[in-house]
Every structure is written in C-alpha cells, then in structure tokens.
C-alpha cells in the first residue's frame, strides 16, 4: 500500500473536507454537524509524482461524553497502529480545546511522526492564532485552508518529502 496517512482530530476540524481536498474527491461526507463521517475513508494523493494513501476517520456517534471520548481513543489508537504518518487537525479559528489536549496526549506518547495541521486559515487574518497550537508539544503548526486550499501544497511537501 505505500505510505498511510491518517488524518485525525476532534468532530467538525474539518478533517473530511482535507481528505477531500487532497485526494481532490468529494467522496468523504463532510456535514456542519459533528460526527458525520460514517466510517474509515481510504483514498489516494499523487503529489508531484509521489504517492501515498490516506485514511479519513470519524464515524464516532456522540452520545455522552464518555462514549464521545472512548471514541476518539479508539479512532486515534487504531490511527496509530495502521498508519506511518499521523495527520493532527486543529480548528484555528476555535484554538485549543480540551479533546485537542486530550488526542495530543495521546500522540505524544507514540513513536509515529505527527504532522500538526491548523485548518480554516482561509485568509492570513487567522494565522496569529496558530502559535498557540505549538503547546500541544508536537512542533510546528501547518497552517492551511482544506475549503480553498490555502497552505495544502506546503503541507502535501512535508508529508512526502522523505519519499
Ligand atoms: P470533520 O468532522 O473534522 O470531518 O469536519 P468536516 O470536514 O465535516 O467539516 C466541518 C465543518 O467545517 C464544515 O462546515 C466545513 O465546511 C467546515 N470547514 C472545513 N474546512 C474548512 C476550512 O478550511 N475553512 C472553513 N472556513 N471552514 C471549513
Ligand atoms: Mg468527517
């Protein structure tokens, strides 16, 4: 299968809307309400000339916190297992929240590479706010916009620069 990116983060990130923008598909479900992505969305991206594959997850159904929680473990755990390079998306527009803190955790204490993604940076208006993303302690915040893909050819760079 090559290189698996997976892309994780709490509900309505805009995890679903990257995954469509760098697989340039409509195909994962992207919806204002948190949650909507039903299950594991696996997809492509050829980026000048190198490719690796790239998994959507979501498909958790929020309930109660508890079950909200234990959810985003369980998607993040099996992101670790399965995956070489973990994609972390953050909401610049909302700065760090508590499941932010709770998945960087998480990551942390894994020994696969994290790239930290800032999305909903559409305009440059937005992007003072990414410092305070560098206290998730998982180093530097690519800032980009998956609704018009601000910043994604710097990060698509990144993610196949060893390849
Ligand atoms: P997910 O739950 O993390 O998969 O998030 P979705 O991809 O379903 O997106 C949640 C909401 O955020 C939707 O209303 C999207 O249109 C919106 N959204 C996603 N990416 C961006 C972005 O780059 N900029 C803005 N302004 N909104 C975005
Ligand atoms: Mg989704």
């Given at each position: 299968?090559?290189?698996?990116?997976?892309?994780?983060?709490?509900?309505?990130?805009?995890?679903s809307?990257?995954?469509?923008?760098?697989t340039?598909?409509?195909?994962?479900?992207?919806?204002?309400?948190?949650?909507?992505?039903?299950?594991?969305?696996?997809?492509?991206?050829?980026?000048?000339?190198?490719e690796?594959?790239?998994?959507?997850?979501?498909?958790?159904?929020?309930?109660?916190?508890?079950?909200?929680?234990?959810?985003?473990?369980?998607?993040?755990?099996?992101?670790?297992?399965?995956?070489?390079?973990?994609?972390f998306?953050?909401?610049?527009?909302?700065?760090?929240?508590?499941?932010?803190?709770?998945?960087?955790?998480?990551?942390?204490?894994?020994?696969?590479?994290?790239i930290?993604?800032?999305?909903?940076?559409?305009?440059?208006?937005?992007?003072?706010?990414?410092?305070?993303?560098?206290?998730?302690?998982?180093?530097?915040?690519?800032?980009?916009?998956?609704?018009?893909g601000?910043?994604t050819?710097?990060?698509?760079?990144?993610?196949?620069?060893?390849?």
């Amino acid at each position: 299968m090559g290189r698996l990116v997976a892309i994780v983060g709490r509900p309505n990130v805009g995890k679903s809307t990257l995954f469509n923008r760098l697989t340039q598909t409509r195909t994962a479900i992207v919806d204002d309400t948190a949650g909507t992505t039903r299950d594991r969305q696996y997809g492509k991206v050829d980026w000048c000339g190198k490719e690796f594959s790239i998994v959507d997850t979501g498909g958790w159904v929020v309930n109660s916190e508890d079950i909200f929680e234990s959810e985003i473990n369980k998607q993040v755990h099996v992101a670790i297992e399965e995956a070489d390079v973990i994609m972390f998306v953050v909401d610049a527009t909302n700065g760090v929240t508590d499941l932010d803190d709770h998945v960087a955790e998480i990551l942390r204490r894994s020994t696969k590479p994290v790239i930290l993604v800032a999305n909903k940076v559409d305009t440059n208006d937005w992007i003072y706010n990414i410092a305070d993303f560098y206290a998730l302690g998982l180093g530097e915040p690519f800032p980009v916009s998956a609704s018009n893909g601000h910043g994604t050819g710097d990060l698509l760079d990144e993610v196949v620069k060893d390849l």
